[in-house]
Antibody, heavy 121, light 107 residues
Framework: QVTLKESGPGILQPSQTLSLTCTFSGFSLSTYGMGVGWIRQPSGKGLEWLANIWWDDDKYYNPSLKNRLTISKDTSNNQAFLKITNVDTADTATYYCARFTIAAIGVMDAWGQGASVTVSS | DVVLTQSPATLSVTPGERISLSCRASESVDTYLHWYQQKPNESPRLLIK???QSISGIPSRFSGSGSGTDFTLSINGVELEDLSIYYC?????????FGAGTKLELK
């Protein structure tokens, strides 16, 4: 059974760096074809894909935020991470991590429960 | 970026009826079009992949069709538990993009 769970700071101030962790089970990011991505959703609004990281350490970012995003992984602890620099109120959202597989490129076949992040002074 | 336009934005439904939701892409995405269901206060769940491929554990009343730029999600016999927001998403090109969603509400 594939499960993912996000964790984050809850609240942070404008200009700070947001650090998110995705802890998963049921698959490994050291296995060929596995990937983890991040997607966010402001309250009452739609979904925005942010970034992906793959088993071979390939990384892809949404160009709209690329300069502010860094995705990474710790395969030994089954975790993936996302950092967003210089946050502002527009980054207030629920942040989800999801599993991707090379067998179904672009398909987010399992999602975490989400981590709520509020940016406020 | 590929823009996905979903219609209608809101659909009022009666349990038992057959409904169709539309997703139109600004350029061809072949069949790299996926559908997700998001119930209130829950995370999204994959419903249909590659336009028409079913997903294990998803009720058979959900089906998808289409290719290129026009896609449809159908529910054959809506149930109360289907009252959710439905999103389409394209995986043909980066950045992956989502439609704005169609909300199913009770008539």
């Amino acid at each position: 059974q594939v499960t993912l769970k996000e964790s984050g700071p809850g609240i942070l101030q404008p200009s700070q760096t947001l650090s998110l962790t995705c802890t998963f089970s049921g698959f490994s990011l050291s296995t060929y074809g596995m990937g983890v991505g991040w997607i966010r959703q402001p309250s009452g609004k739609g979904l925005e894909w942010l970034a992906n990281i793959w088993w071979d350490d390939d990384k892809y970012y949404n160009p709209s935020l690329k300069n502010r995003l860094t995705i990474s992984k710790d395969t030994s602890n089954n975790q993936a991470f996302l950092k967003i620099t210089n946050v502002d109120t527009a980054d207030t959202a629920t942040y989800y991590c999801a599993r991707f597989t090379i067998a179904a490129i672009g398909v987010m076949d399992a999602w975490g429960q989400g981590a709520s992040v509020t940016v406020s002074s | 970026d590929v823009v996905l336009t979903q219609s209608p934005a809101t659909l009022s439904v009666t349990p038992g009826e057959r409904i169709s939701l539309s997703c139109r892409a600004s350029e061809s995405v072949d069949t790299y079009l996926h559908w997700y269901q998001q119930k209130p206060n829950e995370s999204p769940r994959l419903l249909i992949k590659y336009a028409s491929q079913s997903i294990s554990g998803i009720p058979s009343r959900f089906s998808g069709s289409g290719s290129g730029t026009d896609f449809t999600l159908s529910i054959n016999g809506v149930e109360l538990e289907d009252l959710s927001i439905y999103y389409c998403q394209q995986g043909n090109s980066l950045p992956y993009t989502f439609g704005a969603g169609t909300k199913l509400e009770l008539k």
